[in-house]
């Protein structure tokens, strides 16, 4: 079947190819790069600022560093932090410290243990445990030494145990008090480890 197209229609039949032709080229081929060069120019745009967010950082880091080694100073200055050749004898350091406040309440030192080292923000804490047994006197005295202890002493936990039946109304019930204490080391100080009872 022969058919003969007017020329008109011909050329129409052409346009319209060409614009098929043209429009496939552009969603195919042409289309996904001009996006996939927006996705970069938008990839680009978030590193930079990004870049510029961290030198921004860098920047302010010197003055960071300064006021970290101010306050550092300023703690250490005051006596905040314990020093000794190891944790053991730091740990020794901080019975040391509670013992005669114990006593001087009237109370018992029953046992001591350390309760581990730990890394906390940058500083070395070293907790030791005290099993005490005395009165009401004896618990303030020994936790006034830790308020006022140089250098500082925090309290990581208080358990206070009173007998169901007080043996003699006449004395103060003794209390059994399991306390752990917590005193802090600069990081690079007393690298040797030890344990002691």
Avoid: C
């Avoid at 510029?52 to 006596?79: C, E």
């Avoid at 040391?96 to 500083?123: C, K, M, V, W, Y």
């Avoid at 802090?184 to 007393?190: E, I, K, L, V």
Wanted: aromatic share 6%.
């Amino acid at each position: 079947m022969n058919t003969n197209l007017s020329p008109p229609f011909r050329r129409a039949l052409a346009v319209l190819v060409l614009v098929l032709v043209l429009w496939f080229g552009w969603t195919a081929l042409l289309a996904p790069l001009l996006s996939l060069t927006s996705d970069r120019e938008s990839d680009i745009t978030a590193l930079a600022d990004q870049l510029a967010h961290l030198r921004a950082v860098i920047t302010r880091k010197p003055a960071l560093d300064q006021r970290t080694s101010t306050v550092d100073k300023a703690l250490a200055a005051i006596g905040s932090f314990w020093t000794g050749p190891s944790l053991t004898a730091v740990s020794a350091g901080i019975q040391s410290t509670l013992r005669p406040a114990i006593e001087a309440g009237g109370g018992q030192l029953r046992s001591t243990s350390d309760a581990g080292e730990a890394n906390e923000h940058g500083f070395r804490r070293v907790s030791v445990r005290f099993n005490i047994e005395g009165t009401v006197e004896t618990m303030q005295r020994t936790l006034l030494a830790v308020e006022t202890a140089k250098p500082s002493l925090f309290v990581e936990s208080l358990i206070v145990m009173a007998p169901e039946i007080s043996a003699s109304r006449d004395r103060p019930p003794l209390l059994t008090v399991d306390l752990t204490v917590a005193g802090y080391m600069r990081p690079d100080a007393g690298s040797a480890k030890g344990s002691h009872t």
